[in-house]
């Protein structure tokens, strides 16, 4: 889990500006001028210019010598491939995301805390053929949205105030209540599976089930997503069972934490 800058006992600026601008080219999706990286991050632009040419030097960004625009450069390919060749958690849940899908008709995804505000998808199966949920890796959603937000506030350390601003903060297509969202979060505590019966998605029923780190914190997820008038009734329940054994043997297997295992009748 990415740290949140509050608790650093003593943040390295530069590092986290690097960061910072790293992820502004990832998200503008173009290539982009120091004064234009500048303001948007609200950075000293001759500081802006030092920490692209160090991460240019390093390959993790490049620029154009007319245009004198940054874009993101290939290192960062070579890292996330190692990091997902070093990752059992990325290696072993593919299939299970596959296996899942097949089995329950279902777009299936997982997700990871990248931060304490956001989740990204990092692996996703589409089995379905009359029917798709687009779903694709790299795509980042507040941490607090759908059943994975569900899940993470279930299970992680916000306080009221802290989910009453995320709550805010989110774009439903079909907003719950306050009241019935807290409701939603007590139920994921209790069954340990998040459900959202097409809020975010108007039509889409989504389930979450989260897999624990070392220390019990919700850092990743297991998502399925169906048409609403599908995910109804005993093949529901199923896919609810499977789904929360599978995070429960990968919180096992990757971690080392024992989680409690509901037995499949229990989870409703």
Not at 35 to 45: F, G
């Amino acid at each position: 889990m990415e740290i949140d800058p509050r608790h650093l006992a003593k943040p390295v600026v530069p590092v986290l500006r690097a960061v910072r601008i790293l992820r502004h080219l990832g998200r503008a999706g173009a290539p982009a001028g120091v004064q234009e990286i500048a303001r948007a991050l609200d950075i000293v632009p001759s500081t802006c210019l030092h920490i692209l040419r160090t991460l240019a030097y390093e390959g993790m960004v490049v620029v154009d010598p007319r245009s004198k625009r940054y874009r993101l450069g290939p290192t960062l390919l070579r890292l996330a491939r190692d990091m997902e060749a070093g990752s059992a958690f990325l290696q072993a849940v593919q299939p299970i995301l596959d296996s899942l899908a097949d089995a329950h008709g279902v777009t299936t995804a997982a997700t990871w805390l990248e931060g304490p505000e956001r989740v990204m998808v990092v692996a996703k199966s589409q089995e379905t053929a009359d029917f798709s949920i687009n779903v694709t890796v790299g795509n980042r959603f507040p941490a607090l949205v759908s059943a994975v937000g569900l899940s993470l506030a279930a299970h992680g350390d916000l306080d009221e105030d802290e989910l009453a601003r995320g709550f805010d903060a989110l774009a439903w297509q079909n907003p719950p209540a306050p009241a019935a969202w807290r409701a939603a979060i007590a139920d994921a505590r209790e069954r340990g599976i998040g459900i959202d019966p097409g809020h975010f998605i108007e039509g889409v029923t989504v389930f979450a089930a989260p897999v624990f780190d070392s220390e019990h914190k919700p850092t990743r997820n297991l998502v399925a997503l169906g048409l609403s008038g599908r995910l109804a009734g005993p093949g529901a329940d199923s896919l609810k069972a499977d789904l929360k054994a599978a995070a429960d043997s990968l919180s096992d297997l990757y971690d080392g934490v024992a989680t409690s295992t509901m037995p499949r009748d229990q989870v409703k």
